[in-house]
């Protein structure tokens, strides 16, 4: 399994460490930062961005199941930042 190399508990603290890094607001710093690009990545392991997807078979094999649920509003803050900011 892909997630072998990261024990699911680890990727749960660092979702957790993401969002109070975010403290509700829509960049990790100040301004939009390679911070914000990194971590767009990790949550891709929650549910892979609709840029990065090449289908329900990627999703099926990136996503952990029942982490979307628990961290659905970091999903939203990676699509809102990658829609913003990839122009």
Same mark, same amino acid.
């Given at each position: 399994? %892909?997630? !072998?190399?990261?024990?699911? #508990? /680890? ?6 460490? %993401? ?6 607001? *829509? @960049? =990790? %710093? !100040?301004?939009?930062?390679? +911070? !914000?690009? &990194?971590?767009?990545?990790?949550? *891709? ?11 329900? &078979? @990627?999703? /099926? =094999?990136?996503?952990?199941?029942? %982490?979307? +649920?628990?961290?659905? *509003? ?11 900011? #990839?122009?």
């Amino acid at each position: 399994s %892909l997630h !072998d190399a990261l024990p699911i #508990s /680890r990727l749960v603290a660092i979702l957790e460490e %993401l969002r109070a890094a975010l403290a509700g607001g *829509d @960049t =990790i %710093l !100040d301004d939009f930062s390679y +911070a !914000d690009i &990194a971590m767009s990545f990790v949550v *891709d392991f929650v549910k892979p961005a609709p840029l990065r997807s090449r289908g329900p &078979a @990627t999703e /099926r =094999i990136w996503a952990e199941p029942g %982490l979307e +649920a628990r961290f659905g *509003d970091l999903v939203k803050w990676r699509d809102r930042v990658m829609n913003r900011y #990839s122009n």
